[in-house]
């Protein structure tokens, strides 16, 4: 009976984002439940390299090359995967961008709007879009990626046109979720930790930022990939039948001090 819940058979899902780091790992999860994949990413040899690293996993998977800022394009794929695919029931936001280590006197207009643009523009752009679809069937799920610094200040590193963005992520999810639960749309969202990521890199190298960070998590490590699309398995998943607008917090222990 519970097992049964994460069996994603028969069900398509989009994942942006998807061509490496957290989102390749959700595509993985969701193709291994049973769902039929798209991989939604900027760049093209991601797109390529992903769908064949996915296929040889026996994972029925799709590709589309897609900028989330340009909301035609959003819309334009949405409507394709709900035509050739006969439907859309899972989203998953992870489509982000984190350029870290800028005090907020030195944030210029470009790299503020760099962040909204894709963590926040795109991220709604692509829940209006597919979500639309979803609420056209009556059922669906959306599971956005936000993050622990929707909560907390990361420290020591500044970056705050990072953290503002991902808070407002964290609050479109609970007013979507409010808008569309009696609709049959389920929307909710991860917040993560530092998980080993090419975003993260800049730290993990840096060895006092690094040290910091270690023990600012009662865990004492940074997260894997695959941890974050376990929680996101879960979420989309029919398991998670009585959740939404909950922001999931991933963050070994991270804000508990």
């Known amino acids: 009976m519970y097992l049964d819940k994460y069996n994603l058979g028969g ?21 291994e439940a049973g769902a039929k994949v798209v991989v939604a990413e900027l760049h093209p040899e991601r797109v390529e390299s992903a769908r064949e690293a996915l296929r040889k996993q026996g994972i029925a998977a799709e590709g589309a090359v897609l900028d989330v800022t340009d909301s035609t394009a959003v819309e334009a794929l949405a409507e394709r995967v709900a035509r050739d695919q006969g439907h859309i029931d899972i989203l998953v936001n992870n489509a982000g961008v984190a350029v870290s280590d800028v005090r907020a006197e030195d944030t210029s207009d470009a790299h503020w709007r760099m962040h909204m643009s894709v963590n926040l523009d795109g991220l709604f ?29 990361n420290k020591p590193q500044p970056q705050s046109f990072y953290n503002a963005s991902k808070a407002a992520v964290h609050h479109l999810t609970r007013s979507l979720a409010a808008e569309w639960g009696g609709r049959g749309v389920r929307v909710n969202a991860v917040a993560p930790t530092y998980i080993e990521t090419p975003l993260t890199r800049f730290g993990m190298q840096n060895a006092a930022m690094y040290k910091t960070w270690l023990e600012m998590t009662p865990m004492n490590r940074v997260g894997q990939p695959e941890e974050i699309a376990s929680v996101v398995l879960f979420l989309a998943s029919d398991a998670a039948s009585l ?15």
Do not use: H, K, P
């Not at 490496?20 to 999860?29: D, S, V």
């Open 11 to 31: 069900r398509v899902a989009v994942v942006t984002g998807g061509g490496q780091g957290i989102g390749l790992c959700c595509a993985q999860a969701l193709g």
């Open 125 to 153: 752009y692509c829940c209006r879009s597919f979500g639309r679809r979803m609420l056209e069937r009556g059922s669906g799920a959306v599971v956005n990626i936000g993050s622990m610094s929707g909560f907390i200040v």
């Open 243 to 257: 959740m939404t607008g909950a922001i999931v917090q991933a963050d070994g222990g991270y804000t508990c001090w």
